[in-house]
């Protein structure tokens, strides 16, 4: 999949197949247009394109950063994880474009001609149930079948009925990890394990000496979701694509003092090493327990040989 960034860096095609969209989570309901996108591109022997916007419009378009509503916005996918995914399908090119004001004010006219015709050359279009685009979000597909013979372009719809039958959304699936810390719901709407990737940060070392050093793990993207308070089973992936099982605690570790602030920490089951500065990658599996006070240092040791022994089990199951 080669990735575009810059609309001045992409090859006029002529005869492409394309999908746009936000595509937060890559999630099933996504994937469903995705799988359209290449049957047709197979069948019109013309090449896959996507082509989705960073930020996430809601953050140039939606009132400040302080307003309840932003603070409640979390992104299933950082940027990088986001084509990750994309790259999985096999698509032939990736165009993200750069969401601000100013790319807002096209009108669903300009964005047909100076995007989808002179950029791209768009011989077909493949677009989800009720997808809107162009300023104040005008543009719509009976916009586009109304004048398909202007632009000299196909236009394809997923039905509702497809997509309802799918019966999954970026909303429901961050409810599932932040409200109902119900990861087997939220990864059965993804069609994969969550996950969550930063770099590892030197904490408090405290695991250490009770023998259960973690990772602490600090993602660059502050939108990025974490799912809620409690222990999970989870895959860690570090720099060398090795995988291990691993146990994961989000909170605020109650057990160690008070107003602390909350961390994402991960101890690797089966490894030892150093992972200081690394990058790693965490898939959750499942959620084991919820944060806990315990009486002391000895409690908590013991709880967490049980933790282990829990995820052991989940992650083989």
Same mark, same amino acid.
């Given at each position: 999949?080669?990735? #575009?960034?810059?609309?001045?860096?992409?090859?006029?095609?002529?005869?492409?197949?394309?999908?746009?969209?936000?595509?937060?989570? =890559?999630?099933?309901?996504? &994937?469903?247009i995705l799988r359209r996108l290449l049957e047709v591109g &197979?069948?019109?022997?013309?090449?896959?394109? #996507?082509i989705t916007f960073w930020p996430h419009p809601r953050l140039v378009l939606g009132p400040p950063p302080s307003h309840p509503e932003m603070l409640e916005l979390r992104l299933l996918n950082t940027l990088e994880e986001r084509v990750a995914k994309l790259g999985e399908f096999g698509i032939d090119y990736l165009v993200i474009i750069p969401f601000t004001r100013k790319f807002a004010q096209l009108t669903s006219e300009e964005f047909i001609q100076q995007v989808l015709q002179q950029t791209v050359g768009t011989q077909k279009l493949v677009i989800g149930y009720d997808h809107r685009f162009g300023r104040n979000r005008e543009g719509s597909f009976e916009y586009l079948c109304q004048h398909a013979d202007r632009y000299g372009m196909q236009v394809e719809e997923i039905s509702r009925e497809d997509v309802e039958a799918v019966g999954v959304s970026s909303t429901r699936i961050r409810r599932a990890l932040?409200?109902?810390?119900? =990861?087997?719901?939220?990864?059965?709407?993804?069609?994969?394990?969550?996950?969550?990737?930063?770099?590892? =940060?030197?904490?408090?070392?405290?695991?250490?000496?009770?023998?259960?050093?973690?990772?602490?793990?600090?993602?660059?993207?502050?939108?990025?979701?974490?799912?809620?308070r409690g222990v999970y089973a989870v895959r860690a992936t570090t720099t060398t694509g090795t995988v291990y099982p691993a146990m994961l605690n989000i909170g605020v570790r109650p057990t160690v003092g008070g107003d602390l602030a909350e961390t994402v920490e991960a101890h690797l089951l089966d490894f030892d090493g150093d992972l200081y500065e690394q990058p790693l990658t965490v898939e959750f599996v499942t959620r084991?327990?919820?944060? &806990?006070?315990?009486?002391?240092?000895?409690a908590l040791k013991a709880q967490l040989a049980l933790d282990a022994t829990a995820a052991r089990q989940a992650l083989i199951d």
């Open positions: 999949m080669r990735v #575009v960034r810059d609309l001045a860096d992409f090859p006029y095609l002529g005869n492409a197949v394309v999908t746009s969209g936000t595509f937060d989570g =890559v999630h099933l309901g996504h &994937q469903k &197979q069948q019109c022997n013309g090449p896959s394109v #996507v932040t409200e109902g810390s119900d =990861v087997a719901t939220a990864n059965g709407y993804l069609g994969y394990a969550y996950p969550f990737t930063g770099t590892v =940060v030197r904490g408090q070392q405290l695991g250490r000496t009770i023998g259960y050093p973690t990772a602490n793990i600090r993602c660059a993207e502050p939108l990025k979701l974490v799912p809620a084991l327990r919820d944060e &806990q006070k315990f009486a002391g240092l000895d």
